[in-house]
C-alpha cells in the first residue's frame, strides 16, 4: 500500500502523484498541523488561505473517490513527524511517495520521520513550474556569478514566449522595465477596479473558526478574507487581471498610492504558490492578450518577467544553495526588528500604509516589499533571519523556496551578491517619487538630519557611512561614496548622531517624538 503525501503547496491535481494512482491501493494524506502557523508566527490571512485552500483540495478529493487521511487542527498534531507517524502506526505502509516540497526543512522532516520507521520516501519532481529538473544547475556550470536576465533570456528563447518569426525578442529588446516606472502625478490613480469578491464559504468560515480557537495569538487581521480557496476561484482572478488590470499594470506597477493596496496589481501569486494556477496557463493568457492588442508590450512583458523570469530564478537559486541561506549575514548585521512591524505603530505613513495592508490583507506588491518594508529593514541593520521570518509568516503567498531567496538576498543583500548586483538602497526621496506617502507625513525626505528628517534619508546616509569601503568598489554605487565624500564634516556629523538617536529611539512601541 503507498501513501501519496500532499503538502499545503502542492494543490495541483495533473501532480505526478496522481499519474499512476490505483485507488484500491493508493491513500493519500493531508495534514494540518500547528507547528506549521506557530513556529514561524503566520498571519491570520496567510493561515486561513493555506487551510481553507487544502480543505476545498481535499473535498474535490473526496468527490473523486480518493481514499484520503486528512488531519485538521482539531486533531491537535504539532508537526508533520507527529502527524506521519501516528499514520505510519496504524497503517501497513510499504511505500511513501511526496512531490518535492517548496521547503528544505520540511524535508528533511519528512525524511527522518520515514527514516525511523524504516520506510524511504520517493521524492518526485514538481510539475508545477516551467523550468526542468535540473535545467537551472545546468544552465549555472557556465556561470560564474548567475544573474536573473540572462536566466530570462534562456527561457524565453527555449520556450519561445514573446519571441518574434525570427527568433528576436518581441518589439527588439528584452526587457521593458524603463517603461514600467511611472508615477501618478498629485491626481493619483484613475478610477482603480474593485477586486472580485470571494465571499467566505462553509470551508473558509470554519476555518475562520479554528483559527481563532486553536490558534488566537497568530499576528494580522481576519474581518476581511477575500483571496481564491479553489480552481475555480483562481481561475476568475486570473481573467479579471488580464482583462480590467493588465493594460495598466506594466506602466504603475511600481507607483503606491495611500489607501490603495492593490492598484492595478494581478493578486495571482498566491494561487500560483499553492498551485491552484500553473505559471505556463498564466503566461500564456499575458501573451494573448499582447498578440489580440489588448494590452501594451511593456506590460506583458514585465508581467511574464515577474513569473518566468524572478520565479522561475529564485527557486533555482533556492535548490542551488539550499543549504546556505538561513546562514547568509554578508553585513554582519544584528539589530531587533523594530516591533512597529507588528502593529504599524509608527509616524512614518509609508512604513504604516504599507505595514497595516499586510496586517489587514497579508498582502504588499513588490515595491512596497523591497523598497519600504524590505529598505528599512535593510538601511536599519536587521539580522537577516529576524525580518526572513517576518517575510515568510506574513504575506500570504509566502514559500520558503520563494521568500528566502528574495528577503536573504535580493531585499537584504545578506547572500553577499548572489541575487542581485547591489543592495536596493535608497532614500526617502524614492518614496517620494514613487507615491504620495510623503505628502503628509511629519518627516521630510530632502533632510537627512535634525527632528524633521526623514528616517529612511538618515539611515540610507548612515548605510553609506558605514559600508563606503565595499560600495566604492561597486560601479553601480560609486557614485552615492562620493556624494557623501562632498558633504561637510558638520554636515556628516549630525548624520551620525540623528541616525544614532533613531536607533535608540525607535522601538516596539513606533516612533517616539525627539527630546
Known amino acids: 500500500?503507498?501513501?501519496?503525501?500532499?503538502?499545503?503547496?502542492?494543490?495541483?491535481?495533473?501532480?505526478?502523484?496522481?499519474?499512476?494512482?490505483?485507488?484500491?491501493?493508493?491513500?493519500?494524506?493531508?495534514?494540518?498541523?500547528?507547528?506549521?502557523?506557530?513556529?514561524?508566527?503566520?498571519?491570520?490571512?496567510?493561515?486561513?488561505?493555506?487551510?481553507?485552500?487544502?480543505?476545498?483540495?481535499?473535498?474535490?478529493?473526496?468527490?473523486?473517490?480518493?481514499?484520503?487521511?486528512?488531519?485538521?487542527?482539531?486533531?491537535?498534531?504539532?508537526?508533520?513527524?507527529?502527524?506521519?507517524?501516528?499514520?505510519?502506526?496504524?497503517?501497513?505502509?510499504?511505500?511513501?511517495?511526496?512531490?518535492?516540497?517548496?521547503d528544505v526543512a520540511v524535508m528533511q522532516e519528512l525524511a527522518d520521520c520515514c527514516q525511523r520507521h524504516q520506510l524511504e520516501i520517493e521524492w518526485l519532481a514538481d510539475n508545477h513550474f516551467i523550468s526542468r529538473r535540473g535545467e537551472f544547475k545546468q544552465w549555472m556550470q557556465d556561470r560564474r556569478q548567475p544573474r536573473m536576465e540572462h536566466w530570462y533570456r534562456h527561457l524565453r528563447q527555449d520556450r519561445q514566449i514573446l519571441m518574434d518569426d525570427n527568433n528576436e525578442p518581441e518589439g527588439g529588446q528584452w526587457n521593458f522595465d524603463k517603461d514600467n516606472r511611472k508615477t501618478f502625478g498629485k491626481s493619483g490613480p484613475d478610477a482603480v477596479p474593485e477586486p472580485v469578491e470571494f465571499r467566505p464559504d462553509a470551508i473558509t468560515r470554519a476555518v475562520i473558526n479554528d483559527i481563532e480557537q486553536f490558534l488566537p495569538d497568530l499576528p494580522g487581521e481576519i474581518e476581511e478574507f477575500n483571496w481564491p480557496v479553489n480552481r475555480e476561484q483562481a481561475l476568475k482572478q486570473l481573467d479579471d487581471f488580464i482583462a480590467r488590470r493588465l493594460?495598466?499594470?506594466?506602466?504603475?506597477?511600481?507607483?503606491?498610492?495611500?489607501?490603495?493596496?492593490?492598484l492595478y496589481h494581478a493578486r495571482l501569486s498566491g494561487?500560483?504558490?499553492?498551485?491552484?494556477?500553473?505559471?505556463?496557463?498564466?503566461?500564456?493568457?499575458?501573451?494573448?492578450?499582447?498578440?489580440?492588442?489588448?494590452?501594451?508590450?511593456n506590460a506583458v512583458e514585465g508581467f511574464i518577467r515577474q513569473i518566468l523570469g524572478w520565479r522561475e530564478y529564485v527557486r533555482g537559486l533556492y535548490w542551488y544553495y539550499r543549504d546556505n541561506w538561513l546562514d547568509y549575514n554578508a553585513l554582519d548585521y544584528d539589530r531587533e526588528l523594530p516591533g512597529f512591524y507588528w502593529n504599524a505603530k509608527t509616524d512614518m505613513t509609508c512604513m504604516r500604509e504599507s505595514i497595516s495592508q499586510v496586517l489587514s490583507y497579508g498582502y504588499g506588491h513588490h515595491i512596497q516589499r523591497l523598497m519600504v518594508t524590505g529598505l528599512f529593514s535593510l538601511l536599519w541593520g536587521t539580522r537577516p533571519e529576524q525580518i526572513h521570518r517576518w517575510y515568510l509568516g506574513m504575506y500570504i503567498d509566502a514559500v520558503a523556496w520563494v521568500e528566502i531567496p528574495n528577503t536573504i538576498g535580493m531585499s537584504q543583500y545578506a547572500d553577499g551578491g548572489i541575487v542581485g548586483s547591489k543592495p536596493y538602497i535608497a532614500s526617502g526621496a524614492y518614496i517620494k517619487r514613487m507615491s504620495n506617502y510623503c505628502d503628509d507625513c511629519q518627516f521630510n525626505p530632502k533632510q537627512a538630519s535634525g527632528d524633521k528628517a526623514c528616517p529612511f534619508t538618515t539611515l540610507y546616509w548612515s548605510f553609506i557611512d558605514h559600508h563606503q569601503n565595499w560600495l566604492s568598489r561597486n560601479p553601480r554605487l560609486g557614485m552615492q561614496v562620493r556624494n557623501w565624500d562632498n558633504k561637510s564634516d558638520d554636515e556628516k556629523q549630525a548624520i551620525r548622531e540623528r541616525s544614532n538617536w533613531l536607533y535608540q529611539h525607535l522601538d516596539q512601541s513606533g516612533y517616539k517624538e525627539q527630546g
Open 1 to 102: 500500500m503507498r501513501l501519496n503525501l500532499i503538502l499545503g503547496d502542492q494543490l495541483n491535481r495533473d501532480s505526478l502523484l496522481f499519474e499512476d494512482v490505483d485507488k484500491d491501493q493508493d491513500q493519500f494524506w493531508m495534514a494540518e498541523v500547528l507547528n506549521a502557523s506557530s513556529e514561524t508566527p503566520s498571519s491570520k490571512q496567510r493561515s486561513v488561505l493555506f487551510l481553507s485552500a487544502m480543505r476545498h483540495f481535499a473535498q474535490s478529493l473526496d468527490i473523486e473517490g480518493f481514499n484520503l487521511h486528512y488531519a485538521t487542527l482539531s486533531d491537535g498534531y504539532q508537526s508533520f513527524n507527529q502527524a506521519l507517524s501516528d499514520t505510519l502506526k496504524q497503517q501497513s505502509i510499504s511505500h511513501i511517495r511526496c512531490v518535492l516540497p517548496g
Open 271 to 297: 494561487c500560483l504558490n499553492l498551485k491552484l494556477l500553473h505559471p505556463m496557463e498564466v503566461i500564456e493568457v499575458a501573451e494573448k492578450a499582447y498578440r489580440d492588442k489588448k494590452a501594451p508590450l
Open 247 to 262: 493594460p495598466q499594470f506594466g506602466d504603475f506597477q511600481d507607483a503606491m498610492w495611500t489607501g490603495q493596496p492593490f
